[in-house]
């Protein structure tokens, strides 16, 4: 599968289904999820390493919060995918919406063996509870 691909998968799993079992899935065994500017104990984890602690993490955070409830604009919403090497994605989402605040962020993804292997999710922390 290529990285677009795979790349829509996550935001299918996570942002649309909020499914923690098929985010963790995308993972390696050993992946790696991150939030660097979200600070430690926020609502949303700043680090969850392997797997395991990615689905439980995720899982725990879907739980404790609520969708954003805005429907997307897709005429004001931007995204740009770049793709510095094979195994790198980088994603620019300008997220615009008809009835919530706009949300942007960009997105780090390393691959591996087919799955991401590391993701660097950088976003305003005020933006998820």
Do not use: N
């Not at 300008?94 to 390393?110: E, G, H, I, S, Y």
């Amino acid at each position: 599968m290529d990285t677009e691909a795979m790349y829509q998968q996550y935001v299918w799993a996570g942002a649309m289904r909020r499914d923690a079992d098929a985010v963790a899935d995308l993972f390696t065994e050993d992946g790696v999820l991150e939030a660097p500017l979200v600070p430690e104990g926020h609502v949303f984890p700043h680090r969850l390493e392997g797997r395991d602690e990615i689905r439980c993490g995720l899982a725990e955070y879907y739980a404790k919060s609520s969708p954003s409830g805005g429907t997307v604009d897709g005429e004001r919403s931007r995204l740009v995918l770049h793709h510095p090497d094979p195994d790198t994605l980088i994603a620019e989402l300008d997220a615009a919406f008809t009835d919530a605040p706009p949300v942007f962020l960009v997105q780090v993804f390393r691959f591996r063996d087919g799955a991401i292997a590391h993701l660097r999710d950088y976003f305003h922390p005020d933006t998820v509870s």
